[in-house]
């Protein structure tokens, strides 16, 4: 497994480089008014791409923190009794007896 991951990455690499052979061209941007900026195009590009994936690799990483405070927080603290309705309710009522009738005399037969 090793291998195959350092292969992928070394393929990455050749495969970036290539790329940045490619595109190492001058690229004129007008910023504002008469103000221009001459940069290489795949400055611009890793620029472009870090502005976009900075922000929320940040906010994952802020999140991520939170919750892990929150997680050893909850695991430092003692236990709590349930807080489920069903055992903080009274016991129900008891049912009502039932009455039991005696067993009625079969005719005056009797089993021997």
Do not use: C, H
Request: hydrophobic share 55%; proline share 12%; charged share 15%.
């Amino acid at each position: 497994m090793p291998f195959v991951k350092a292969l992928i990455w070394v393929a990455f690499v050749i495969i970036l480089v290539i790329f940045a052979v490619n595109n190492w061209v001058p690229v004129t941007i007008a910023l504002w008014g008469d103000l221009l900026l001459d940069i290489k195009l795949l400055v611009l590009i890793i620029g472009a791409f870090l502005i976009g994936w900075l922000p929320t690799w940040l906010w994952l990483r802020g999140s991520k923190w939170r919750m892990g405070r929150q997680m050893e927080r909850m695991q430092s603290s003692p236990p709590r009794a349930p807080l489920n309705a069903a055992s903080e309710a009274p016991p129900p009522p008891p049912s009502p007896k039932r009455k039991t009738v005696p067993p009625q005399d079969a005719g005056g037969l009797e089993a021997t």
